[in-house]
């Protein structure tokens, strides 16, 4: 735009705008000067009074004192600052949350974690030789104890973990028997059938979706063949006309025409779950006494630690997986190693793991326990507000990251609405505010399930609700 065609009102409004040393000379943006450097301070002063500019030229009313465009740079250096990972309160209800990181870490594993990242380690030294050691020694005995494996491998995930064992186990090129049934997509469109490709094999599927037979495996074997796998359909279950081979017959006909059996299990469950109301799930160690020669699991899932592909199995395969190159690119650091030591011990009894898991301590609560939680944070919504309308009411919890698809808990939820504003509206507040508080919509009411809140978060809740409510009152 031209300055004959600009307005004398406009011209008057852009020779009033503060110049860029007005606004850099004021203290609250001085005071910046000890963690931003000076050029990248003075940069986001120029973009505020660029951005403002282009509000004044389009003929839009805006704030041009100094003040407003100090607070304004200093909104755009809080975020420059600050951390995009951000601590959430997750109020869904779902227990492992995939996009709100899975499974909490034991008070314990956090407090490893922070010993081995604020000390020198012997991550990778022998104390008792006193010279350089193996990271994978550190996992392996108690992973053995507690499965029954010969050895024990640990890489990032368990993608990584069958990637790693189709490359390492098999000549590139062969064929992998697998059910239609079983050709999951694992999250984020990562699909079995990818991940067997880019490992060099050949994908070959056998029987049917909804019904495999062991004479399907049979005919498919050929001198192509490389391995038999099974992968636990953790994301999904086929209910109705259908029929799997049971592993036993699997791993039979796999070791009678020497090929390996591989099973990729997804969650890892360690613990048999039933006397929670849980279907039955097989867990690591009766895969083991299935005979599989390698079984791969993830640790941040049912496992309840942190982010991990566990692989164990006979000792002759993870020998080799150990050698391979590609192991290199898929080892876990020290934090990994450090939290999931810490949480695997707490299996040595089981009765002990569900205690001090957070994930099997979630899952294990019962709805009294629910019910009584529901109806304190019901409460405290109502001594400190007023605007809300609020009840406690059923309904149900997933388990979530893949793991028993179908399955639903009984909870206990804080249903609201609001006089203020929309439940559109609250939600995007209590998502967008300080705490990241993640609820759920349902039939027009925002809902709180317990099941997933903290103790603290309670208290933050209420609090926050609060905060909404007097924000509202002073804008209206």
């Known amino acids: 735009m031209s300055k004959k065609n ?65 607070e304004k740079t200093t909104n755009k250096l809080q975020a420059l600052g600050s951390m995009t990972l951000k601590e959430c309160i997750n109020a869904t209800g779902t227990v492992l949350h995939t996009n709100l990181g899975r499974a909490l870490l034991a008070d314990e594993a956090v407090d490893a974690m922070l010993k081995v990242a604020k000390h020198y380690n012997n991550l990778e030294y022998d104390l ?3 010279e350089r050691g193996s990271r994978y020694t550190h996992l392996t005995e108690i992973i053995k104890e507690l499965t029954g494996a010969e050895d024990v491998l640990v890489v990032n995930n368990n993608a990584a973990a069958v990637m790693l064992y189709l490359t ?38 056998v029987g049917a979706t909804n019904k495999t037979h062991l004479k399907d495996f049979e005919r498919a074997i050929t001198p192509e063949t490389g391995a038999l796998l099974r992968v636990h359909t953790s994301n999904y279950r086929i209910v109705g006309f259908h029929k799997m081979v049971p592993d036993s017959e699997v791993v039979s006909l796999a070791h009678a025409n020497d090929l390996p059996a591989f099973k990729d299990l997804g969650s890892g469950l360690l613990i048999n779950l039933e006397h929670l109301g849980l279907p039955a799930e097989p867990t690591v160690s009766e895969s083991l006494v299935a005979g599989y020669d390698v079984v791969s699991f993830s640790g941040d899932k049912l496992l309840g630690g942190p982010q991990a592909g566990i692989i164990v199995g006979k000792k002759a395969y993870i020998q080799k997986l150990k050698k391979h190159p590609l192991l290199r690119a898929l080892r876990v650091d020290k934090f990994t190693i450090a939290a999931l030591e810490k949480t695997l ?6 009765d002990y793991a569900m205690q001090k898991i957070p994930t099997l301590r979630m899952l294990s609560q019962e709805i009294d326990t629910l019910q009584k939680q529901a109806e304190m944070l019901q409460g405290m919504i109502e001594r400190e507000t007023t605007s809300y309308h609020v009840a406690v009411i059923g309904g149900r919890s997933q388990i979530g990251g893949g793991s028993y698809p179908g399955t639903y ?13 929309s439940t559109s509206e609250l939600e995007q507040a209590l998502r967008l505010g300080p705490h990241h508080i993640i609820a759920r919509i349902n039939e027009d009411h925002v809902q709180f399930d317990v099941r997933t809140l903290l103790s603290e978060d309670m208290r933050v809740i209420a609090q926050y609700l609060k905060a909404i409510e007097q924000k509202n009152q002073y804008s209206h």
């Open 128 to 130: 008792d030789k006193g």
């Open 6 to 70: 600009i307005s004398p009102e406009i011209q008057n409004k852009l020779r009033q705008l503060p110049s860029v040393d007005e606004i850099l000379s004021r203290p609250e943006i001085q005071a910046w000067s000890q963690t931003i450097n000076h050029e990248r301070i003075k940069q986001q002063v120029q973009q505020v009074l660029n951005e403002t500019r282009q509000l004044i030229l389009r003929g839009e009313t805006v704030l041009i004192d100094p003040d407003t465009l100090a």
């Open 345 to 350: 011990t707490f299996y040595l009894n089981p």
């Open 168 to 205: 390492a186990l098999i000549p590139a090129g062969s064929e992998i028997l697998i059910s239609r049934g079983e050709l999951v997509e694992i999250g984020d469109s990562f699909r079995i059938p990818d991940v067997i490709q880019s490992a060099g094999a050949v994908l070959r599927e």
């Open 409 to 421: 808990l009984p909870t206990a939820l804080v249903s609201l609405t609001s006089d203020q504003c």
